[in-house]
Nanobody, 124 residues
Framework: QVQLVESGGGLVQAGGSLSLSCAAS????????MGWFRQAPGKEREFVAA????????YYADSVKGRFTISRDNAKNTVYLQMNSLKPEDTAVYYC?????????????????WGQGTQVTVSS
């Protein structure tokens, strides 16, 4: 069992930056690939980024490529999402998730554990 708690959301102006964190409890954090998803009001949850167990591989949605960076610190049981050059369309609740798949995956159905989410609001 893995419990995930996101933090770092907030209100920022367009062009600004935010850094999200997701702290995992439970054993064997490094056994899980991790992902970030987001859900805007009235829209389906969508994939943002994923990182492999070791952190050596990552994958991004086209909409955030070049602006967002996912990373992890297995010693601290934490995964991060650095978000730069934020746009109003990035406004959403951001969720982190853990998967027992050995590689990065983008489908929400492939993830086993989810956090409660943190709100990110980007004003124009």
């Amino acid at each position: 069992q893995v419990q995930l708690v996101e933090s770092g959301g907030g209100l920022v102006q367009a062009g600004g930056s935010l850094s999200l964190s997701c702290a995992a409890s439970g054993r064997f954090f490094s056994n899980y690939a991790m992902g970030w998803f987001r859900q805007a009001p009235g829209k389906e949850r969508e994939f943002v980024a994923a990182i492999s167990r070791s952190g050596g591989n990552s994958y991004y949605a086209d909409s955030v490529k070049g602006r967002f960076t996912i990373s992890r610190d297995n010693a601290k049981n934490t995964v991060y999402l650095q978000m730069n050059s934020l746009k109003p369309e990035d406004t959403a609740v951001y969720y982190c998730a853990a998967t027992r798949f050995g590689t990065v995956v983008a489908g929400s159905k492939d993830y086993d554990y989810w956090g409660q989410g943190t709100q990110v609001t980007v004003s124009s």
